[in-house]
């Protein structure tokens, strides 16, 4: 079976699909299984379009995929927290004016 055949049969279509097989990225441009490029506009429910192939950070996800994988919300993560603290102070918004409209 295809590729398009298999995913047809074994998958929900929660999604109308372009049939194009991503085998590769490089920073923001993908290549499909005849090896066409394209420019990768789109990212994933909740993610990010951080680029593809990119050796610091796949180095530091191996890294911290040694330490632990995920933690639930429910818990404190240091390493969220902290880059929380650094992306406010970075860009200069004001958490306490986002906190006083959440309890209005």
């Known amino acids: ?37 394209y420019i990768d506009f789109g990212s994933g429910i909740a993610v990010c379009s951080i680029g593809h192939g990119n050796k610091v950070l796949s180095d530091a996800v191996a890294k911290q995929m040694e330490k632990i994988t995920h933690i639930s919300n429910l818990f404190v993560i240091e390493p969220q927290a902290k880059l929380a603290q650094r992306l406010v102070e970075l860009s200069g918004y004001d958490m306490k004016e986002l906190k006083q409209m959440k309890q209005r």
Do not use: R
Not at 15 to 30: H, M, Q, T
């Open 1 to 37: 079976m295809d590729l398009k055949t298999i995913d047809k049969e074994y998958l929900l279509g929660t999604y109308a699909k372009n049939y194009i097989n991503f085998v590769k990225g490089e920073n923001s441009v993908l290549f499909d299984d005849a090896g066409k490029d």
